[in-house]
């Protein structure tokens, strides 16, 4: 079992910047590929950003491409989201979620049935 919990959400204006992270804890001795999500008002939950373990390779939604970076801290336990240059579209709940293995790590690392674990979700909202 592993527990996640996000933090580091909140209102910004356009063009502004925030860090999400992501606190896990429970059975972390087994690596988990890990990754953020979001979900806006009346939209599906979407796959923003995922790590591996070990080489910690990156997958990225086209939407936030050159404007996210994901990011992991295996001695800590946390993942990160680093979030630039961002738009009133980038607006939703974030969650951080994570599982020991996804079916195919470059086409199906968005899908929300490739994780077990989910954590609560942080708030973002951009402003224009």
């Known amino acids: 079992q592993v527990q996640l919990v996000e933090s580091g959400g909140g209102s910004v204006q356009t063009g502004g910047s925030l860090r999400l992270a992501c606190a896990a804890s429970g059975t972390t001795a087994s690596p988990y590929y890990m990754a953020w999500f979001r979900q806006a008002p009346g939209k599906e939950r979407e796959g923003v950003a995922a790590i591996s373990p070990n080489l910690s390779l990156t997958n990225y939604a086209d939407s936030v491409k050159g404007r996210f970076t994901i990011s992991r801290d295996d001695s800590k336990n946390i993942l990160y989201l680093q979030m630039n240059s961002l738009k009133p579209e980038d607006t939703a709940l974030y969650y951080c979620?994570?599982?020991?293995?996804?079916?195919?790590?470059?086409?199906?690392?968005?899908?929300?049935?490739?994780?077990?674990?989910w954590g609560q979700g942080t708030q973002v909202t951009v402003s224009s």
């Open positions: 979620a994570a599982d020991r293995s996804i079916s195919r790590w470059s086409t199906t690392w968005h899908q929300n049935s490739e994780y077990s674990y």
